[in-house]
């Protein structure tokens, strides 16, 4: 059993299966980019209590299943989404979607995911992908951050769908229930939405940890890493920050370039001037937190490791901060 | 980021598959290029499994100074923390602590053993000597 369906490599997980889920209700409209953008993905935060991997948890994008639920609620498409507690049912509910024709979004952790590079498989259990079908025992898997489609055994998907530990996927899958048409109207109402939304998780959400803000408060809290972590540690904190800002499915500079790209695009809907400006601003804010990268790898490659060298850093992120507000604001004012 | 300024580095990742970026051609536009790489990230993943092997070092002086049980070990080299393991091998977490003390773990059933052999994918005759057979 094979669907009709077309793999397509993109940046992200979660906008990837977005977009190419959507791939047929908006005949090709709802690109990554686009699906980026009025789920409102980008973000930052920084909370200095909690650890990932024994470092700072930081994050540069929204929260795991956010992209892809506001995405069709903008666009007015219903959505199919269920967690299992047991793993028979787990498998036999997606196998009947996949007899009625529908191609499933299916949460998974990478731990043990075969054909990811070991070097990448750490416990993270917010990775996307989509089932198109099966052939023997071997599931048809569209990994959006794959250059091409690939399979997993039965017992390989079943065991990185129910991966354990923190954002555990309980089997979870989704998928759009009716195939619905999308004008270039709703899309039109759905950027202008997606942007008022990500305005507020960028300039609104109060305290210093989350937004513009956050990013600010995290280019102070560098500046004193050197003397409360030893220079060491510290370097193993920038590199997390580096790994969250660059890795696979960022598209690059912390998602900035994807959501640049998103304003271009969204400029022909909208038929407003502004957002390829302050596209601009963004792909400058991507460049300097690329800047920031280069300069934080100087110190956890043993480089330099100064405390004028973690001052700089911390002005980077000061400096992004200032920018990204100014790029919000201008977003915030315009009179659609 | 320009166009031609995307890294081509050779990284881990580069091996098996190109990465998605999106970058900006001669007039300004958007558009996506493929990355094989870039040192940057390639080198902020060598710190975060460097860290890995330095836990794991100490997990395995610890267990053979009788300090804690060989779970440790295995809980470094499998990057879990108590939480992670309590999920795969079915146990509560405090059920999990009291088996990281070496007395505690002497006494345990082969069955319960058996549960934590799979949770970390080795046999239970490995579980107790720290034996790891994959590369």
């Known amino acids: ?336 | 980021m320009k166009k031609e300024n995307v890294p081509q580095d050779m990284g881990a990742l580069g091996k098996i598959t190109k990465e998605v970026c999106y970058a900006t051609d001669n007039t300004g536009k958007y558009v996506t290029e493929l990355s094989s790489g870039w040192d940057v990230k390639s080198g902020a993943l060598d710190v975060a499994w460097k860290d890995v092997e330095e836990r794991v070092a100490r997990a395995k002086r610890r267990v053979l100074n009788g300090e804690v049980s060989p779970l440790l070990f295995f809980m470094e080299y499998r990057l879990m923390d108590i939480e992670i393991l309590a999920g795969y091998s079915g146990f509560w977490k405090w059920q999990v602590k009291r088996h990281l003390k070496p007395d505690v773990f002497k006494k345990l059933s082969d069955k319960k053993l058996q549960k934590y052999a799979d949770a970390f994918n080795v046999k239970v005759e490995d579980l107790k000597t720290m034996t790891v057979h994959e590369a």
């Open chain 1, 1 to 336: 059993m094979k669907l009709d369906f077309e793999h397509h490599q993109s940046a992200h997980c979660e906008s990837g299966v977005t977009s190419s889920l959507l791939r047929e209700s908006s005949s090709n409209k709802i690109t990554e980019p686009l699906a980026f953008g009025i789920g409102a993905g980008l973000f930052f935060c920084y909370i200095p209590l909690i650890k990932i991997n024994n470092g700072p948890a930081i994050a540069f994008r929204t929260f795991p299943g956010l992209i892809f639920k506001r995405t069709c609620n903008a666009l007015g498409i219903p959505v199919i989404r269920k967690k299992f507690s047991s793993k028979g049912q787990a498998e036999s509910y997606l196998i009947e979607r996949l007899k009625e024709g529908h191609p499933v979004g299916c949460q998974v952790g990478v731990y043990y995911l075969s054909y990811f590079p070991r070097e990448y498989r750490f416990h993270f259990n917010a990775h996307n992908l989509i089932v198109f079908g099966k052939e023997d025992d071997n599931y048809l898997i569209s990994d959006p951050v794959m250059e091409t489609p690939t399979k997993l055994t039965s017992y390989e998907l079943e065991r990185v769908r129910f991966a354990k530990g923190a954002l555990a996927p309980k089997g979870q899958l989704y998928y759009p229930k009716s195939k619905a048409i999308i004008t270039d109207e709703q899309i039109r109402k759905a950027i202008i939405s997606g942007i008022k939304t990500n305005v507020n998780q960028m300039l609104r959400i109060p305290g210093n940890f989350a937004g513009v803000s956050g990013i600010k408060y995290t280019g102070k809290k560098i500046k004193n890493w050197r003397n409360k972590l030893g220079v060491e540690k510290a370097g193993s904190y920038l590199a997390q920050l580096v790994r969250m800002q660059e890795e696979i499915g960022t598209g690059g500079g912390g998602f900035r370039y994807i959501y640049g790209a998103f304003l271009q695009q969204a400029q022909a809907y909208t038929h407003n001037d502004q957002l390829s400006e302050i596209s601009k601003i963004f792909t400058q804010a991507g460049d300097l937190w690329r800047t920031a990268a280069v300069h934080a790898a100087g110190i956890y490659k043993g480089r330099l490791g100064s405390q004028e060298d973690f001052n700089q850093m911390g002005d980077y992120l000061i400096e992004i901060a200032e920018l990204e507000k100014n790029a919000f604001l201008a977003l915030k004012n315009i009179k659609w």
